[in-house]
Every structure is written in structure tokens, then in C-alpha cells.
């Protein structure tokens, strides 16, 4: 089972500023997700990501999958408090789901 | 369509108890997942069913956790007897599996806590 590292491991911003987390790996994925946990509550799939260098955009979040499949990266324009939750990488195996280890976003009105 | 169902979503227990957690998954699903989070350990798969079936139970932590899925629409993850480093949240979550994305759809959560 490959660690994924997510970096930074806690990011407080005001509303309206710009940021970007970061997962890496040193294998190569398969796939990879990105999930967003609110605060008592389950992850829920954000996306997926397949193909190196694919980028996928969800309204303000923008996703990129690196070109060599073993990092990504999830950047958010404009945050605003309802972004705020913990944003898990996870790389997608054939029937189970390994989660790295979170960063833990607080947008401040 | 209801989510994945899980009870209770708080248990307070003394060490030494057993702790019966219950996941209802989503209708249809044939892959039952059950996880712990943790601040230090974040989030662990514990063990993993398909068509009922365990297929994966490596990250059960000891002997004290069993889990059973007697059928396609009922789990249960049991921790006999309790400790105080069990405290944690635990979800289940289920999947169809074999879909293009494998998305797995969580429960709210059972929050345990061990004194």
C-alpha cells in the first residue's frame, strides 16, 4: 500500500483568498480521488482523476492530475466558509479506496 | 433513496464493554467498507466486503474487532472488550463495484468514545 502525504496539514484563509493543497505519492496511481469531509459527517467524491496531466474543473475547485501520475493537486478560487472541511486524496484500487492524510481547511468569513 | 445508515452515531461505553456498531448500505451496493478516523491515524480502512463476503480484513487492528455481514443489506463491526484507544469515528461506506468510478458513498459516522 503506497503513503500518500497531503501537504499543508492545516490551512486557515479569509474568504476570498486563493489556495492550493497538494498530494504526492512516490508510486504512480492508478486513479485518483478527491473527497471533501465536512465536520460530522462522511467524505463525499469530489472527482476523479485517470489520465496524466487531466485537469478537471467543479465550479471553483480546479483539479490536476501531475503529467507522471504520482501527484495532484487541488487549487480553489475565491474560497468561501462553505469550503471549509478536511480534502482527502485517495488513490482508487481495484475494489478498495486508501485515504492520505487530509488537509484540514478553515475559510473565515 | 436513503444514504448508507449507520447507528448509533454516539456511543459513550466503559472499557471492558462490548461496542455493537450497525451499517445499513445503500440499496443495490454489493461492497460494504468499514473505516476508523482518527486525528493521529486519519482515516483507516478496517475491512472490506464484497457480495457479503469479507475480502480484506488486514487493517482489523486485533482480535477484540470482528465484523460480520450476514446479508447484502445489514453490517455490523463489534469490539470486544473495549479500550480507551478505540475511541474514534467510525464510518461505513458502500460501492457498486466494478462502476468507472468507484465512488464510495459514506454514513454519517459512529463517534465512539472509551472511558
Known amino acids: 500500500t503506497q503513503l500518500l502525504e497531503q501537504s499543508p496539514q492545516f490551512l486557515s484563509i479569509q474568504e476570498g483568498e486563493n489556495l492550493t493543497v497538494y498530494c504526492n505519492s512516490s508510486?504512480?496511481?492508478?486513479?485518483l480521488q478527491w473527497y471533501r469531509q465536512e465536520p460530522g459527517e462522511g467524505p463525499v467524491l469530489l472527482v476523479t482523476v485517470v489520465t496524466g496531466g487531466e485537469v478537471k474543473k467543479l465550479k471553483r475547485l480546479t483539479f490536476q492530475f501531475g503529467d507522471a501520475r504520482k501527484d495532484s493537486s487541488l487549487h480553489i478560487t475565491a474560497a468561501q466558509p462553505g469550503d471549509t472541511g478536511l480534502y482527502l486524496c485517495?488513490?482508487?484500487?481495484?475494489?478498495?479506496?486508501?485515504f492520505g492524510t487530509g488537509t484540514k481547511l478553515q475559510v473565515i468569513p | 433513496d436513503a444514504g448508507v445508515i449507520q447507528s448509533p452515531r454516539h456511543e459513550v461505553t466503559e472499557m471492558g464493554q462490548e461496542v455493537t456498531l450497525r451499517c445499513k448500505p445503500i440499496?443495490?451496493?454489493?461492497?460494504l467498507f468499514w473505516y476508523r478516523q482518527t486525528m493521529m491515524r486519519g482515516l483507516e480502512l478496517l475491512i472490506y466486503?464484497?457480495?457479503?463476503?469479507?475480502?480484506?480484513d488486514s487493517g482489523m487492528p486485533e482480535d477484540r474487532f470482528s465484523a460480520k455481514m450476514p446479508n447484502a443489506s445489514f453490517s455490523t463491526l463489534k469490539i470486544q472488550p473495549s479500550e480507551p484507544r478505540d475511541s474514534a469515528v467510525y464510518f461505513c461506506?458502500?460501492?457498486?463495484?466494478?462502476?468507472?468510478?468507484?465512488?464510495?458513498?459514506f454514513g454519517p459516522g459512529t463517534r465512539l468514545t472509551v472511558t
Open positions: 485517495a488513490q482508487r484500487g481495484y475494489q478498495k479506496v486508501t
Open positions: 508510486s504512480v496511481f492508478s486513479s
Open positions: 440499496s443495490g451496493h454489493n461492497s
Open positions: 466486503f464484497n457480495n457479503n463476503v469479507p475480502i480484506d
Open positions: 461506506a458502500s460501492s457498486l463495484s466494478g462502476t468507472g468510478n468507484g465512488e464510495q458513498y
